[in-house]
Structure formats: C-alpha cells, structure tokens
C-alpha cells in the first residue's frame, strides 16, 4: 500500500514561518530561564553537601537561589514580548483590548419603510 504523494509547499502559508519562529523563541527562553533554576539544587548538594555550614557560603547560595528564582520570573515578560514581537494575530487583539476605552461609533439602521408612525 502506498500513501498518496502531496505536494505541500508549507512555505507558501502565511504564518507558518513566523509560527514556528515565535515557538523556537518561546521553548528557548523557557529552557533557558528554567533550567538553571531545576540544575542548581543539585549540583550545590552534590559538590557541597555543607554549603550551609558557614554564613559566607549560606549568604552566597542564597543570592545564586535568589537571582535564578529572578530569571524564572523574567521568563514570563519574555513569553509575553516574544508573542508581541511574533505575533500578528496577537498584537491585533491585543491593540483591540486595549483600546476599548475609545468611543465606538453606534451602528445605524437604515429606516424600515414598512413601518410608519402615523
């Protein structure tokens, strides 16, 4: 049995590109903003079982476990520049929401001549 051969050029829809662009953008920031923060538990326990004996080393720990609990943090203002900056269909709501403060122009009807108020 054989599958029918399709001649799919995936470069001719319009988005496809910038899709898949924005998607490699989103899963690198998150592995990069993430993984630092799941490794670091490890590694301190591992090569320093006694990282928190003295206060030096315990202040140090601290502020590395600070600074990557930061970067998880930054990786949801990444996310939402990143679907700005790939996002058509994005920026378009987004312009849509934030602007519904303007004053909308009321729809009007044309008369209706069967109906009359004599």
Same mark, same amino acid.
């Given at each position: 049995?054989?599958?029918?051969?399709?001649?799919?050029?995936?470069?001719?829809?319009?988005?496809?590109?910038q899709l898949t662009v924005m998607l490699l953008l989103m899963?690198?920031?998150?592995?990069?903003?993430?993984?630092?923060?799941?490794?670091?538990?490890?590694?301190?326990?591992?090569?320093?079982?006694?990282v928190h004996v003295d206060l030096e080393s315990f202040g140090l720990a601290y502020l590395v476990n600070?600074?990557?609990?930061?970067?998880?943090?930054?990786?949801? @203002?990444?996310?939402? #520049? !990143?679907? %700005?900056?790939?996002?058509? =269909?994005?920026?378009? @709501?987004?312009?849509? #929401? !934030?602007? %519904?403060?303007?004053?909308? =122009?009321?729809?009007?009807?044309?008369?209706?001549?069967?109906?009359?108020?004599?």
């Amino acid at each position: 049995m054989q599958l029918p051969e399709q001649n799919v050029d995936i470069k001719k829809k319009a988005g496809t590109i910038q899709l898949t662009v924005m998607l490699l953008l989103m899963s690198s920031g998150f592995c990069l903003c993430t993984f630092p923060a799941i490794v670091y538990p490890f590694i301190v326990n591992a090569l320093f079982p006694n990282v928190h004996v003295d206060l030096e080393s315990f202040g140090l720990a601290y502020l590395v476990n600070a600074f990557l609990g930061m970067l998880l943090f930054l990786n949801y @203002a990444i996310n939402f #520049m !990143l679907y %700005c900056l790939g996002g058509t =269909k994005f920026r378009l @709501a987004l312009k849509e #929401m !934030l602007c %519904c403060c303007k004053e909308k =122009k009321p729809h009007t009807q044309a008369p209706n001549p069967t109906l009359s108020t004599e």
